[in-house]
């Protein structure tokens, strides 16, 4: 199976995964939210019909990720070249959001209750059996969401696995407050509500912030970048790394770095490095779909850069014009440059004969060397001989 085959067929699975999860979630969401509301409303809790409003809005999310998995795993085109996994990412600050606005909402409503007595009213023997059912069956989707979402990589399904646990705290919450009513203390069903409320917006509010993290390209962590950096530092080829970038794109990273080799490596060399680089950095980190690598023949953060200077044809042409009429130096010379710190130094090719003798090779490179010394462009003239 090709690479590109094993990602469209893994791709294809993890959204299969994620929306037998979603449609679990909204079935499960929706008995819930009925079971809650209705025996809310005949036993008399307000904490358990503000959960079960909770539930209701857990069957938006539900939607949410059904939709952003369907368009997270679509192959890139031509509008979106990196891939659709910042749906993924979108989808869980909707979330987020939705969340908070349903707790400020329902938050609102409960205070005001909380202080008007007539609205008073001690819960029933059935709210507190509806509460019960609800911490177990959100802790069991919790536990069959978080499974799944690690199995696949899905930030956004385990958002929602941890969405289901807060369901369940909360639950645990209001029967605590049912309970507590029943026994006699005043209002504690309602000062229930109230921390639902505040679990609620705490929970949106974190995870609209991951996902505002991922939309402006924020960072992998520490460890993972120190993964990547020991990955690269172990190519052949590597001698140091540095501008390493790291970003998030859904349930997917990518990478850009450049990498110090030997200045004098040739083109295909130093791009079998950069391949190199690339094919470790997928093998070993499972969740790098992208990487991009800038090969340096050094460390451009420390010496001078090569800014304006001239390319290939114009040096090769100043240099047939200033060493025209030196002795073994023609049009059919072999050139090699190489653009270090801020500088051209010139690697020049002549046939055997050129060297005669120790003497006459030094007369040679000096007289070469003469013929540049005020163009501040050039650094060092190498003499190399060539075979025939």
């Known amino acids: 199976m090709t690479e590109h085959n094993h990602h469209h067929f893994e791709g294809f699975e993890r959204n299969a995964q994620t929306r037998k999860v979603a449609i679990v979630g909204a079935v499960t969401n929706?008995?819930?939210?009925?079971?809650?509301?209705?025996?809310?409303?005949?036993?008399?809790?307000?904490?358990?019909?503000?959960?079960?409003?909770?539930?209701?809005?857990?069957?938006?999310?539900?939607?949410?990720?059904?939709?952003?998995?369907?368009?997270?795993?679509?192959?890139?085109?031509?509008?979106?070249?990196?891939?659709?996994?910042?749906?993924?990412?979108?989808?869980?600050l909707a979330l987020g959001i939705l969340l908070m606005l349903v707790a400020i909402g329902i938050g609102w409503d409960t205070v005001e209750r909380l202080f008007d007595e007539e609205k008073m009213q001690v819960p029933g023997q059935l709210a507190l059996y509806a509460a019960a059912f609800s911490i177990l069956a959100n802790e069991a989707l919790y536990w069959y969401t978080l499974?799944?979402?690690?199995?696949?990589?899905?930030?956004?399904?385990?958002?929602?696995?941890?969405?289901?646990?807060?369901?369940?705290?909360?639950?645990?919450?209001?029967?605590?407050?049912?309970g507590g009513s029943i026994l006699g203390i005043s209002n504690l069903d309602t000062i229930a509500a109230v921390i639902v409320c505040v679990m609620i917006a705490k929970i949106g509010w974190t995870l609209g912030w991951?996902?505002?993290?991922?939309?402006?390209?924020?960072?992998?962590?520490?460890?993972?970048?120190?993964r990547v950096s020991g990955v690269i530092d172990a190519v052949d080829g590597v001698r140091s790394l540095h501008m390493l970038r790291t970003r998030k794109t859904g349930h997917m990273s990518a990478a850009d770095v450049h990498v110090l080799v030997d200045p004098k490596l040739t083109v295909s060399e130093g791009h079998m490095v950069a391949v190199k680089v690339e094919e470790e950095l997928k093998n070993n980190i499972d969740h790098l779909s992208d990487v991009t690598v800038h090969i340096d023949p050094e460390n451009d953060e420390?010496?001078?850069?090569?800014?304006?200077?001239?390319?290939?044809?114009?040096?090769?042409?100043?240099?047939?014009k200033v060493w025209g009429g030196v002795d073994c130096v023609n049009e059919k010379a072999e050139i090699a440059l190489h653009y270090l710190s801020g500088q051209i130094d010139v690697d020049l090719l002549l046939p055997l004969e050129c060297f005669s003798s120790a003497s006459a090779s030094a007369e040679l490179k000096k007289r070469l060397e003469e013929k540049v010394s005020g163009d501040e462009r050039f650094n060092k003239i190498e003499l190399l001989y060539k075979a025939p």
Not at 149 to 174: F, G, P, Q, T
Not at 302 to 320: A, K, M, S, T, Y
């Open 147 to 178: 499974i799944v979402a690690r199995k696949v990589r899905s930030k956004m399904l385990e958002a929602n696995a941890w969405h289901h646990r807060s369901d369940a705290v909360s639950s645990i919450v209001v029967f605590a407050g049912i």
């Open 302 to 320: 420390d010496v001078p850069p090569c800014d304006g200077l001239p390319l290939r044809n114009e040096v090769i042409d100043h240099l047939q």
């Open 30 to 92: 929706l008995v819930l939210s009925a079971v809650k509301i209705i025996f809310g409303y005949i036993g008399h809790s307000h904490a358990l019909i503000v959960d079960g409003i909770h539930s209701l809005s857990d069957l938006l999310s539900d939607a949410l990720v059904v939709f952003a998995s369907h368009h997270a795993n679509q192959e890139p085109d031509a509008e979106h070249p990196y891939g659709h996994g910042r749906f993924e990412t979108a989808a869980t």
């Open 210 to 226: 991951q996902a505002l993290e991922e939309l402006v390209d924020k960072s992998l962590d520490e460890e993972e970048v120190r």
